[in-house]
DNA sequence: TTTCTTTCTTACCATACATCAATGCATATC
DNA sequence: GATATGCATTGATGTATGGTAAGAAAGAAA
């Protein structure tokens, strides 16, 4: 397994060098899914963040009623994770399973304690992690407060142009909070106002 | 000015010791604002994080079309900042301001380096306290992506019990993403059915 | 007290979005 | 080829919530 996505993010994004690489490589373990199998699933404790070598997940929650609230896509070169369930050891509430054939590569925190003993660089990398994510976090508050399905749709497809080619619709329209048949019409609409995106 | 709250705070929460809290003792900067003073407008780089003394502020957004979004209220021995305006020293686009006369100490990076300093389980401290950001988050992304509007009044109330008796409807609407009118109604429903938060 | 201001409530109507049900249209399976 | 399955669209209708406007209630100020 090549796993060069994930060589190059540690090389670039964390700056390690090509040696540091190799003390950790016998660390690097992959795993591959198919489409529909899980890596996390409610009541289990999330012991790993997934880096996604090549492929396509999905991260939800079902609410009362059973139905799936998307919380999070991560493509290639993302890293998705209950971090919440790790930190404090306590059984997720969230599912995170595969919309494609997907390789991740699972960072556990011995892991990330022997990277950063290499080199302490990574830690900044890390909350540098944190601070992008909670700042994502606050602008999905912010369009789930005040805008409209239209809007929070378009600010999708521009956020993540990538994710919206390779997802069918009815989870996009999870992850913005309307049903696939609102969403559907609100494509209708922008599609008579000739609208473009690319 | 005895500022107690942040006292006890660094004493329990950060596990320091006396004798260290009085190593930092100059370099705690505190700040009195009246009622709907602001610590931060959009446009400027959060360079602080708030830690409530006492009072109440709240953290928001306006949208487009100039309606504000509140995304957090803080009370008594909460923390509250546009961290990522400070981590990527860019502007905010978040507004802080207070609802109640509110005592603030001052917390700056200069600050942070010093008590990391003094001691390094401050890290620690610092790494959970945003766990718990993200997860409070991500329950409020499945909350406005799923739930009622009552569902998400009965969560609030539940959850932040302080806050409710202390700021106005109207606000409380903002939070959960609702008119006043509309959360008026909510209200008016549950105590038909004979609801009693308390 | 009286007045002024802010907040909350209520009534009426408008609208965005949900729900239900039917249809179309691919792609996969037999 | 026929048929099943999953997804997207469409139409009819329902419902939650929004918008407007007015009045009631509660504080703040005079």
């Given at each position: 397994?090549?796993?060069?996505?994930?060589?190059?993010?540690?090389?670039?994004?964390?700056?390690?060098?090509?040696?540091?690489?190799?003390?950790?490589?016998?660390?690097?373990?992959?795993?591959?899914?198919?489409?529909?199998?899980?890596?996390?699933?409610?009541?289990?404790?999330?012991?790993?963040?997934?880096?996604?070598?090549?492929?396509?997940?999905r991260?939800?929650?079902?609410?009362?009623?059973?139905?799936?609230?998307?919380?999070q896509f991560a493509?290639?070169?993302?890293?998705?994770?209950?971090?919440?369930?790790?930190?404090?050891?306590?059984?997720?509430?969230?599912?995170?399973?595969?919309?494609?054939?997907?390789?991740?590569?699972?960072?556990?925190?011995?892991?990330?304690?022997?990277?950063?003993?290499?080199?302490?660089?990574?830690?900044?990398?890390?909350?540098?992690?944190?601070?992008?994510?909670?700042?994502?976090?606050?602008?999905?508050?912010?369009?789930?407060?005040?805008?409209?399905?239209?809007?929070?749709?378009?600010?999708?497809?521009?956020?993540?142009?990538?994710v919206?080619?390779?997802v069918?619709?009815?989870?996009?329209?999870?992850?913005?909070?309307?049903?696939?048949?609102?969403?559907?019409?609100?494509?209708?609409?922008?599609?008579?106002?000739?609208?473009?995106?690319?």
């Amino acid at each position: 397994m090549e796993l060069n996505n994930f060589k190059t993010y540690f090389l670039e994004k964390c700056e390690l060098s090509r040696d540091e690489i190799a003390q950790i490589d016998h660390l690097i373990i992959s795993k591959t899914v198919e489409k529909g199998e899980f890596l996390l699933k409610e009541g289990e404790i999330c012991n790993h963040s997934f880096f996604v070598e090549k492929g396509l997940l999905r991260f939800y929650a079902l609410n009362e009623e059973g139905k799936e609230n998307i919380l999070q896509f991560a493509t290639e070169n993302w890293i998705v994770s209950d971090r919440g369930s790790a930190y404090f050891q306590q059984p997720s509430t969230y599912y995170i399973d595969a919309i494609e054939p997907t390789t991740v590569v699972m960072i556990n925190q011995d892991f990330i304690n022997k990277v950063t003993e290499i080199n302490p660089n990574f830690r900044v990398h890390n909350e540098r992690l944190l601070q992008n994510h909670i700042r994502s976090l606050y602008k999905r508050v912010s369009l789930l407060l005040g805008a409209s399905a239209k809007t929070r749709y378009l600010d999708f497809i521009k956020t993540y142009p990538d994710v919206t080619l390779r997802v069918p619709q009815w989870m996009i329209a999870s992850y913005l909070g309307v049903t696939p048949e609102s969403l559907s019409r609100v494509r209708k609409a922008l599609a008579k106002e000739n609208f473009k995106p690319y």
